[in-house]
């Protein structure tokens, strides 16, 4: 029923997309987006390496080691320490 998208239908959805949100928001969307996706690899990333550091040796001390979550690489106006909870922290 929804076969392949050619050239036609694919120029149909964008114009469409353009007319919806106008032309002037588009960039703006964009931006955001690239952003958003910058923060989520950013975050896997510092998951990963959180995990196989934390594995390999854990905090001997009661104290939680704080972090800095940056937004965008260069974007410290949205940078915010961060205290992650250990496995003796109740959550």
């Known amino acids: 029923m929804f ?3 050619g050239a036609p239908e694919i120029i ?3 114009v469409v997309v353009i007319l919806l949100f106008g032309a002037k928001k ?3 969307m964009a931006r955001s987006l690239g952003k ?3 923060i989520l690899k950013s975050e896997a990333k510092a998951m990963k390496e959180d995990g196989n550091s934390s594995s390999a040796q ?3 001390t009661g104290e939680q ?3 800095t979550i940056q ?3 260069g974007d410290v106006t949205s940078s915010r320490p961060v205290n992650e909870p250990s496995d003796t ?3």
């Open 71 to 73: 937004a965008a690489p």
């Open 26 to 28: 588009l960039p703006d």
């Open 89 to 91: 922290t109740q959550r």
């Open 36 to 38: 958003s996706a910058r």
């Open 65 to 67: 080691a704080q972090r």
């Open 3 to 5: 076969g392949r998208l």
């Open 58 to 60: 854990a905090p001997a």
């Open 12 to 14: 149909l959805i964008l």
